[in-house]
């Protein structure tokens, strides 16, 4: 007997660590899952790579980055790597060592980037740069995390700023005449290259061993400084001059003298020296440069101005005209912060103090020409020829258009987010009210009218409804419910919509509604038509900051022609008209006829999507209907509405039937499958409580082994399964089952829309369909159908 006691015991810790090794797994690959969906909403490639190279997560844009193949990242980085040099590890080191470099420390620990430039694919045959980044990963050991961006357009811009900098170094060291810095010993610090050429050596052999007395023609007085070429002290001084050859010229310098403060105040002059002997050539020359440049500066493609110390206006080039749609003599003098945002003059001033006592800055402003724009600003400092700056070269790109679409597409990619996002939390509130209702009808069933408890079990079962009916709207917001016109009366939509417009628009709005008489039905879809009230009310509750009014207006209206309303044409015949007019701040005409538009949108980057009203504008045209706006500026806005009327005079009103109370009861076999085990138990005993034999199965895996192999289940009736569940979903699982019993009748249960399951099923025989959440007679009902023993 205690032998006996011992083993069940030892079988009982066996069947508990089994559970809890189920449970953890199944948490694993919902932790897999979660991250897998985490890394597909990043527009970026992400990969996890085993310490073999082996692929453990890859999010949806790695597919697209490796030409439709899905493969390492590594090897696919490796095959199509340009020969060009990187920055990591310098320019002697190639693209193939930088790549295996990267690789190497990550395995060892350190994380790091490279620039790598990429042959074209056959989809996308140009070259492309990307920044890889290699992190190690911590789990599983050995792990490695790959991440690719695209950032071409970053170094195509830093090439062309790089080119045009070389240029201007190239114009001062071969400019017509010549620059030198000597210290207070004489000796040469600085030696451009037109007066190395003069003296017939380099720079290099001047500042490396000679001095400025060196290079004199005639001895000067002993009472010279060594840092002058005379012993009078003037700022223009006339010379002769000798080179290396014995070739002697005249020479004018001008010089000025200074303490070089970065190296504890030693004295350096700043001079300038023309080539007197050719002066009319040297002038030629100047003149010719000087045409160069200008050629140079008037056709670049980019905006470029010069500033003087304070910001303001000494010259700008045809393409800064352009840019803001104005002409050179009505910018120059002028500071440049007079076509910056109000807003961003702050950081224009801030880019221009940190260029003139560092390197180069850049800063993305917003210019406001004819046009607002966005603009990179790039900006080089003029050296005023005594260490300080004299002014600024200041270099626009315009990337209005790759700002927009970069916006464009990161709002997109937002509303898609949120869209999945709204859809699977009213999917688990679904099945959290499916429960609510349902255990509510079941307490129904014991106290009756006059019962202490049935007041309180009806408000719990009135709340659920009321929250069931937001999930619904909720829904509506991220477009995922079932799309089916019908016919409906718009005064009810409103009267049910009018507690969650109360809630969006806050405390602070007056809401009013105002609901005609013997207004006609409309044939639409309701949740389409929700979602257009809704938008244009957060629409004006976002143009009411400070508070203010909202009212919603329907009545009818009837043309017998065609009517012109701001641009639309509204066709003749019967409309129910919705009017939703606010106190706001109002639109301005040059934005009415954009505002339709998708991705136009007049509020601050984050506020808004752009797609409100472009969605709102869709929707009415399906319906066959006409919207129009009016607005004024301060004043208020009115949207107003044509929806046609499917009710005509005289026609009397179709009130919907009113079934009367049926016997929902029954008999048959029915297995129902549902993973949520609140929504399983409601559901199994609602329908024993109507008499059939309910078979019970919490996963798709455990139904499909009770049919095998339970001989109970030989002659079921009817299958009622949820569509998610964790590895084999209801879709799967009626495939599997239809292979044996191909007649076998199905219910779907879902928080999901019909349509996301109808495309995975199709239109099959005996497939049915009962939204989450439902109450106890809605299950009967539908059930009691399918049976065929009675109409739902």
Request: charged fraction near 25%.
């Amino acid at each position: 007997m205690e032998t006996l006691l011992i083993w069940q015991a030892v079988a009982g810790l066996a069947v508990s660590a089994a559970l809890v090794a189920g449970v953890f797994l199944w948490r694993c690959r919902e932790a897999q899952m979660r991250l897998r969906a985490l890394l597909d909403t990043l527009p970026e490639p992400h990969q996890l790579l085993d310490a073999q190279g082996r692929i453990l997560q890859a999010n949806a844009s790695c597919a697209d980055f490796c030409d439709g193949r899905l493969r390492p990242l590594d090897a696919v980085l490796a095959d199509r790597l340009a020969v060009t040099p990187t920055r990591l590890g310098g320019d002697s080191e190639s693209s193939a060592e930088a790549l295996a470099r990267l690789a190497t420390n990550a395995r060892n620990g350190a994380g790091g980037t490279a620039e790598l430039r990429l042959r074209g694919t056959a989809s996308k045959p140009e070259e492309v740069w990307v920044e890889v980044s290699v992190w190690p990963a911590g789990m599983p050991r050995g792990a490695l995390l790959w991440q690719v961006s695209d950032i071409t357009t970053r170094r195509q811009m830093e090439s062309t700023i790089q080119a045009e900098q070389r240029r201007l170094v190239d114009l001062f060291e071969r400019a017509p005449i010549g620059f030198y810095s000597v210290d207070g010993q004489g000796r040469f610090r600085f030696v451009n290259q037109t007066l190395a050429e003069w003296l017939g050596r380099t720079a290099e052999d001047l500042v490396a061993g000679a001095a400025l007395h060196d290079v004199l023609a005639e001895p000067p007085r002993p009472e010279t400084p060594a840092y002058a070429p005379v012993a009078e002290a003037d700022d223009q001084i006339e010379v002769k001059l000798r080179g290396c050859d014995g070739e002697v010229f005249d020479a004018l310098i001008v010089q000025a003298v200074a303490a070089d403060e970065e190296e504890g105040g030693a004295l350096r002059t700043r001079s300038v020296v023309r080539h007197l002997t050719r002066e009319r050539a040297a002038a030629e020359a100047l003149a010719d440069s000087e045409r160069r440049f200008k050629r140079f500066f008037d056709e670049a493609p980019i905006a470029i101005v010069e500033l003087d110390r304070g910001g303001r206006l000494r010259e700008c080039n045809p393409a800064f005209e352009t840019l803001l749609g104005l002409k050179g003599q009505d910018v120059i003098g002028q500071p440049l912060g007079r076509w910056v945002a109000e807003d961003e003059r702050t950081l224009l001033r801030e880019t221009l103090v940190a260029s003139s006592t560092g390197p180069g800055q850049s800063a993305d402003l917003r210019l406001r020409g004819v046009r607002e724009l966005l603009c990179t600003l790039s900006v080089s400092v003029i050296d005023d020829g005594a260490g300080k700056p004299g002014g600024f070269v200041c270099h626009l790109l315009d990337t209005t258009e790759q700002k927009a679409l970069e916006v464009q597409f990161a709002q997109s990619q937002k509303m898609q987010a949120v869209g999945q996002l709204a859809g699977g939390i009213a999917h688990d509130f679904n099945n959290l009210l499916t429960a609510m209702i349902g255990f509510s009808d079941l307490l129904l069933l014991r106290h009756r009218p006059g019962d202490q408890s049935f007041a309180d079990i009806m408000q719990i079962k009135q709340n659920a409804n009321r929250a069931a009916n937001l999930v619904r709207q909720l829904l509506a917001f991220s477009r995922q419910q079932t799309l089916q016109p019908r016919m409906l009366n718009v005064t009810d939509i409103l009267a049910e919509l009018s507690h969650l417009l109360r809630r969006l628009i806050g405390e602070t709005i007056e809401l009013d509604m105002v609901h005609g008489r013997d207004l006609g039905q409309v044939r639409a879809d309701q949740g389409q038509l929700e979602q257009v009230i809704i938008n244009l009310a957060v629409n004006a509750r976002d143009a009411m900051s400070g508070g203010g009014r909202l009212i919603i207006r329907t009545y009818n209206a009837a043309f017998e022609t065609p009517q012109r309303r701001k641009g639309e044409e509204v066709a003749a015949g019967d409309y129910v008209v919705i009017e939703v007019s606010d106190s706001g701040c109002g639109i301005s005409q040059a934005n009415l006829d954009r505002i339709f538009d998708p991705f136009f949108s007049t509020k601050e980057v984050g506020e808004g999507t752009g797609l409100g009203l472009s969605t709102v504008y869709g929707i009415v045209k399906q319906t066959g209907g006409f919207i129009v706006v009016d607005s004024e500026l301060d004043t208020g806005t009115t949207f107003t509405i044509y929806l046609p009327r499917h009710l005509r005079r005289g026609e009397p009103v179709v009130e919907p039937e009113v079934r009367d109370a049926r016997d929902l009861t029954g008999i048959g076999s029915v297995l129902l499958v549902e993973d949520e085990d609140a929504v399983r138990s409601f559901s199994a005993r609602a329908l024993r409580n109507k008499g059939y034999e309910v078979h019970e199965a919490r996963s798709g895996e455990a139904a499909l082994d009770m049919l095998r192999n339970d001989g109970n289940l030989a002659e079921l009736d009817l299958l009622v399964t949820d569509v998610v569940m964790p590895r084999l979903d209801g879709p799967s699982l009626v495939r599997e089952v239809r292979q044996d019993r191909p007649k076998l009748k199905v219910i779907f249960i879902s928080g999901y829309a019909e349509d996301s399951f109808r495309q995975r099923v199709g239109e099959e025989e005996g497939i049915h369909f009962l939204p989450k959440p439902f109450t106890l007679k809605q299950l009967a009902g539908k059930v009691k159908e399918v049976m065929g023993e009675g109409s739902a």
